[in-house]
């Protein structure tokens, strides 16, 4: 079974502050996302990548970037975290051209304060 | 822009009732997909559909593609506590290869016992 692993179940993090939050993925998907999830919101893409280096914005950028150095990992970075991100953020990757949807990894629920 | 609507956002059965929630698309789709999230969790892929009027089943539950390729249901029969969850349906992103899904808001599922 593919696997994506989130580095983090729960953070707690300042106004302000760099977070980083990692997610790694074991089946050299090409693909890999990242949503955050609200109530009433369903989930929003806030970037992806379909390889190494590779990016482009979805429909929630600001506030956020990524990085992709590896195939096998995609990063989200909060260049400095606000109370409104506070949110659940899920990674998901899947591989380029196949008819089968994503594998998300566990989730990551983050709070600003 | 584009839009996926699911409705209802919430319903509560009694275990043995039958659900239905439907998803409803701005644009035409190339296919459908089906994730189920249960409480605490991560979505989880059911099921794609591809074909105009395409009907597939799982056990209990049966996935319907409208011959519009414009909206979607999944109805479970005789509802049972395992099947607790919110329930989302999604497109792709405009017209791109890239994977990249657009979600419904999800439709959360309480079953009564």
């Known amino acids: 079974d593919v696997k994506v692993t989130q580095s983090s179940r729960y953070l707690v993090k300042r106004t302000g502050e760099k977070v980083f939050l990692e997610c790694v993925q074991d089946?050299?998907?090409?693909?890999m996302f990242w949503y955050r999830q609200d109530p009433g919101l369903g989930l929003r893409l806030i970037y992806f990548?379909?390889?190494?280096?590779?990016?482009e914005k979805g429909d929630i950028p600001e506030g956020y970037s990524v990085s992709r150095e590896k195939k096998e990992r995609f990063s989200l970075i909060l260049e400095s975290a606000s109370t409104n991100q506070t949110s659940m953020y899920l990674c998901a990757s899947k591989a380029q051209g196949k008819a089968y949807g994503y594998t998300f990894g566990s989730g990551t629920r983050l709070t600003v304060v | 822009g584009q839009q996926v609507m699911q409705i209802p956002q919430y319903q509560h059965v009694q275990e043995g009732e039958d659900f239905t929630t439907y998803c409803n698309s701005s644009t035409t789709l190339s296919n459908i997909q089906w994730y189920k999230q249960r409480p605490g969790g991560h979505p989880v892929f059911l099921i794609q559909?591809?074909?105009?009027?395409e009907v597939k089943k799982q056990k209990r539950l049966t996935f319907q593609f409208g011959e519009a390729k414009k909206n979607s249901s999944l109805h479970i029969t005789a509802t049972q506590t395992t099947d607790v969850g919110t329930y989302f349906c999604?497109?792709?992103?405009?017209?791109?290869?890239?994977?990249?899904?657009?979600f419904g808001q999800g439709t959360t599922l309480q079953v009564k016992p």
């Open positions: 999604a497109g792709p992103i405009g017209s791109s290869n890239t994977g990249k899904l657009i």
């Open positions: 559909l591809v074909k105009s009027g």
């Open positions: 089946m050299d998907h090409e693909n």
């Open positions: 990548s379909y390889d190494v280096k590779m990016k």
